[in-house]
Nanobody, 115 residues
Framework: QVQLVESGGGLVEPGGSLRLSCAAS????????MGWHRQAPGLQRELVAL???????NYVDAVKGRFTNSRDNAKNTVYLQMNSLKAEDTAVYYC?????????WGQGTQVTVSS
């Protein structure tokens, strides 16, 4: 079994910053791609960022230049540094990971950007 535990969500004003973390545990031999999706109310879940075990990153256009996805392979942890946050970034953010070819999801953490 694989567990993904997220932390770091919360309420922040527009222009502010938050850092999300996601730690993978359990049977994670073969841990490969890790990343983040988000889902706003009434909308479908969308990809935010992915990072390979070697550090190659991909971002959705809406967050390029504002969000940074990184990982610590020794800790099996992925991070999402979110800067210059906007109201439209408000969503539940889900960590995801691919382990030996299977996908897993975290429980989600709420990010609210509001004044």
């Amino acid at each position: 079994q694989v567990q993904l535990v997220e932390s770091g969500g919360g309420l922040v004003e527009p222009g502010g910053s938050l850092r999300l973390s996601c730690a993978a545990s359990g049977f994670i031999f073969g841990l490969d791609i890790m990343g983040w999706h988000r889902q706003a109310p009434g909308l479908q879940r969308e990809l935010v960022a992915l990072i390979s075990r070697g550090g190659t990153t991909n971002y959705v256009d809406a967050v390029k230049g504002r969000f940074t996805n990184s990982r610590d392979n020794a800790k099996n942890t992925v991070y999402l540094q979110m800067n210059s946050l906007k109201a439209e970034d408000t969503a539940v953010y889900y960590c995801n990971a691919v382990v030996s070819g299977r996908g897993y999801w975290g429980q989600g953490t709420q990010v609210t950007v509001s004044s």
